[in-house]
């Protein structure tokens, strides 16, 4: 059997990562997880020596035992109360002869003396104990007790409130902003409804209500309440409880489901330590088996990065207790379970999973119940311009569920039904935000897809495909990304979102060791779709893309690695339906755009840009959007403003092209579209409806003119129904400022004069002008015979500024003077807001014609001498094809009425002729 089929990792010998070396060789349980966290510690030459108990043993994070042993110097870390000889760390009980500690023996950022250890940058002495930011003295404890010997209390500190009191504060303001009822203090504030933007103003109201001035960037680190208060706390110097001492929060400790069988496989050293439970670990042993992440206590906004690595590696260490299982039998499923329905491609993948096949989908979607849940989809669906027929809905049950809650929220008689029900598992679902830390986006994007590879290990076992990212690359420098090449290290990944697509990667590589069948789908940058034109508001690209039209100025990139929507959704629904094809990852970028590609297509679309570095280009555009705000682009602004997100960029703008051989010829086996270029044409729907939405920019007259080129006319005109004894010319420069402009809405700008003495003796300017091609398709006017060719609408301004207007028609008859019908006007002219009080014809003399507006093209000069070549061939090409079909209109429709031999049409002329003939009898009556 082939490694993807058997479901293990396929590079354990090329290029393997440290940390992921040492991932594989591990076992389960907490006790290696910890001595990798070690290995990204900064080695302390101030730290102590961590107090040692006879017996020698050492009991990890996790786990309970009691009766300790005298220890020299008790001690209590992270805000815990021990008794006199014993030490335990992050919640333990040591057992006698054992010492607990967090995976070291000191932390580099402890300093003890005396025999004592103090945690989090605290110091205690004359073998006393002190805990998160209490400083006790000799012979004393200080425990979250702010009524210890010699400590500041937090309610003092703080104005008369403690942390936790400052915490539900915050939590309170929070509210406001949120939909439904109030969050505790240990929900993260936008996994319960809260928006970027309101995080802005959250911020503000905490200034002003509560006197707590926190960044930005601290809230979207990790947003819960306990920690912006505790981080609020660090930085003003107060006294801070710990993160432990408080009652977890359901998000913080919410679990991956487990079947009943999974307790069989929890990790031995969790299962042996305890011999006098507390009455917490009593309840969670009475509930249901599950995997439960360890309450991970936040380091300092300084050790922002270890906070986060030993989140993940507790978050990697509950992949160990997944069970063992076989491979998923290879069929083509027909009842698939879909997570993420309500997203941009999460939305599309559910149309096109019942397009490529006859299987029933199950979505998981957050509501109160199923029908709300349902409502919720077809809400979302009609957004994205995707049907909610009744077909639709015969083939689609929605289930109301959480991807963040334990067993997704349902019951355990659900659960198991569910278990049974389905025979594959995509999941789409993902909270995508790049300013949010890890720890505020790990319960959606690694606990959930953990919870789902316990679904898929429950009963019968199923295929797990998973919605990845090639963010999973974004480290600064990295040389290659293909689809077995290692992703990047961990410890230099900058973002919470890259941070949270690396750990649910690794989780369910561990999965994949433990025998699921787990593919890895892994897109890019998501463009819109190239029919529809839908696009996501929020993706990166399209914030991108619009600053790069308004602004006119691109960052020095190598590679975008951009695909349409719609291809990605094909392409991940063909892979879900193919069984050979599961088990493998696969790059869904299409073909990268480059620099040089994608200022050749603005150039000629009209936009001219310029190139700048990246630095540069940052700091421009920050300062034009503060001088003329555009909201459509806050949320690009608010990313480019976070030094977090500066090295995401980096990483972005200088990254290699991802490889995708293995989707290549998955393409090419299934005759699907093979990745192409998503350049302007297949963006031209979607940068449509971004105009439209106020974040990118059409080329207009404000732009300099893409080419134009002179039209002069001479003739008469008169007051309306007499004679034509005026003379009036007309001395316009028609002008395009793209090709867009002129092949979507066909129109040409006009600008220049108009001399006509009954107007005014001097020349009137043409204040606005434009001109149509083959205005309403050339359908006749009037119902005539007259098809119109060029429709002219100017606006006239006067030295004594008067207004007036002029409307043109340039028109084609069934005739052979088509020389004369292309440089004819029939004019009309009058005060504005008023009908026209005169009238005549203006014509463009042949001999001007040919040196005006064929040799007398002018094209930007910033476009290289091939791309004007190109840009005038265009330009001939579309209009004298327009011209062209308008001459010939006129003809085609006399030839056709000619050979009209419907009954209708013979009857009628029969009838014609009939009257003609009782006229002409009639006349000769007459005459005798």
Not at 281 to 307: D, M, S
Not at 665 to 676: D, K, N, S, T
């Amino acid at each position: 059997m082939s490694e993807a089929g058997s479901g293990t990792s396929r590079n354990r010998s090329v290029n393997r990562r440290p940390e992921e070396e040492v991932i594989e060789r591990r076992g389960p349980g907490r006790a290696q997880a910890s001595d990798l966290l070690a290995r990204f510690r900064k080695p302390s030459g101030t730290a102590a020596a961590g107090p040692k108990a006879s017996g020698g043993s050492t009991a990890s994070e996790g786990l309970k035992v009691s009766e300790g042993p005298t220890v020299v110097g008790p001690t209590a870390t992270d805000g815990l109360k021990v008794s006199e000889g014993l030490m335990a760390s992050d919640g333990l009980k040591a057992t006698e002869g054992s010492t607990a500690t967090d995976g070291s023996t000191a932390s580099g950022r402890l300093k003890a003396t005396d025999g004592s250890t103090a945690s989090d940058g605290l110091k205690a002495s004359g073998g006393s104990m002190a805990s998160d930011g209490l400083k006790a003295t000799a012979g004393s404890t200080a425990s979250d007790d702010p009524t210890a010997t010699g400590s500041s209390t937090p309610t003092e500190a703080t104005g008369h409130r403690s942390v936790e009191q400052l915490a539900a504060d915050i939590a309170a303001r929070a509210a406001r902003f949120l939909p439904g009822s109030a969050t505790d203090t240990g929900t993260d504030l936008f996994d319960a409804g809260l928006s970027s933007v309101d995080a802005v103003e959250l911020v503000a109201l905490m200034a002003r209500e509560l006197g707590v001035s926190v960044s930005l960037d601290d809230v979207f680190a990790d947003a819960r309440p306990r920690r912006i208060a505790q981080r609020w706390a660090e930085a003003a110097g107060l006294p801070v409880e710990a993160a432990g001492s408080a009652p977890a929060s359901p998000a913080a400790t919410a679990a991956t489901a487990a079947p009943a069988a999974t307790a069989a496989t929890a990790a031995p050293a969790a299962t042996a330590a305890t011999t006098a439970p507390t009455a917490a670990a009593t309840a969670a042993t009475a509930a249901p088996p599950v995997i439960e992440p360890t309450t991970v206590v936040a380091a300092p906004r300084a050790e922002g990065l270890h906070e986060d690595l030993e989140m993940i590696l507790d978050d990697l260490a509950l992949a160990d207790r997944l069970p063992f299982s076989r491979q998923a039998d290879a069929v083509v499923p027909r009842r698939i379970l879909l997570t993420g329905a309500t997203g941009y491609l999460g939305s599309h993948m559910l149309l096109d999973l019942l397009r490529q096949g006859d299987a029933h989908v199950v979505c998981l979607v957050r509501g109160a119940d199923d029908a709300a849940a349902e409502r919720r989809l077809a809400d979302a669906l009609a957004s994205f311009d995707q049907p909610w027929s009744s077909e639709v809905r015969r083939r689609v049950t929605v289930l109301a569920a959480d991807l963040r809650q334990p067993r997704l929220g349902l019951t355990q008689d659900r659960w198991e039904s569910l278990a049974q029900d389905i025979d594959s598992i995509v999941n789409v679902a993902a909270a995508v935000d790049f300013l949010r830390g890890y720890p505020s986006l790990r319960q959606t994007n690694v606990i959930g897809p953990l919870v789902l590879a316990e679904l898929a290990m429950t009963g019968r076992t199923k295929p797990l495909h998973h919605i990845s990212s090639v963010a999973v690359f974004n480290e600064v420098g990295i040389e290659k990304m293909g689809e077995d090449d290692p992703v990047a290290h961990i410890d230099r990944l900058f973002a919470g979102y890259d941070k949270s697509k690396w750990a649910a990667e690794a989780v369910l590589r561990r999965a994949r060791e433990h025998g699921l069948t787990v593919t890895f789908l892994r897109p890019g940058a998501i463009g819109g779709h190239t029919r529809t034109g839908v696009y996501n508001p929020r993706d990166l690209s399209t914030g991108l893309i619009g600053a790069f039209s308004r602004y006119r100025t691109v960052p020095a990139f190598k590679f975008m690695n951009l695909a349409p929507v719609d291809w990605i959704s094909r392409t991940a629904a063909a892979v879900v339906f193919d069984p050979k094809a599961w088990g493998q990852n696969y790059n869904l970028t299409g073909r990268a755009e480059t620099l040089p590609e994608l200022v050749k297509d603005m150039k000629l679309a009209g936009m001219n840009v310029r190139v700048a570095g990246w630095q540069d280009w940052r700091d421009d555009l920050l300062r034009r959007h503060a001088a003329e705000p555009v909201p459509e682009l806050d949320f690009l602004i608010r990313i480019l403003s976070s030094p977090t997100a500066m090295k995401l960029f980096e990483a972005l703008m200088f990254g290699p092209e991802a490889g995708s051989e293995r989707t290549e010829a998955f393409l090419a086996r299934h005759r699907l579209p093979m990745a192409e270029r998503y350049g302007s044409q297949a963006q031209l729907k979607a940068f449509e409806r971004m105009a439209k939405d106020g974040i990118a920019r059409l080329p207009s007259r404000e732009d300099p003119p893409y080419l134009s080129f002179r039209e002069r006319t001479k003739g008469h005109v008169g007051p309306v129904g007499e004679d034509r004894d005026t003379k009036c010319r007309m001395a316009l420069t028609l002008s395009i400022a793209s090709m867009y402009q002129v092949v979507r809405h066909r129109k040409i700008d006009v600008r220049g004069e108009v001399t006509c003495e009954r107007l005014h003796p001097e020349p009137l300017t043409v204040a606005a002008g434009e001109i149509w091609v083959r205005p309403d398709e050339g359908v006749p006017l009037r119902h005539g015979s007259d098809h119109p060719l060029l429709r002219y609408r100017l606006v006239l301004v006067d030295r004594d500024g008067g207004r007036w207007w002029l409307e043109g028609w340039k028109t084609a008859r069934a005739s052979r003077d088509f020389w004369k019908q292309t440089r004819t006007i029939d004019v009309t002219i009058g005060r504005e807001g008023e009908p026209a009080s005169l009238a005549g014809v203006v014509k463009v003399p042949a001999k001007s014609y040919v040196p005006d507006q064929i040799d007398g093209i002018r094209v930007d000069p910033k476009l290289t001498p091939q791309e004007q070549r190109l840009a005038k061939l265009a330009w001939l090409s579309w209009f004298f094809v327009q011209v062209g079909m308008g001459l010939a209109e006129p003809t085609l429709r006399a030839g056709a009425e000619l050979l009209d031999l419907r009954k209708d049409a013979i009857d009628r002329d029969k009838g014609k002729l009939e009257r003609k003939i009782r006229k002409l009898m009639i006349k000769r009556e007459q005459t005798r």
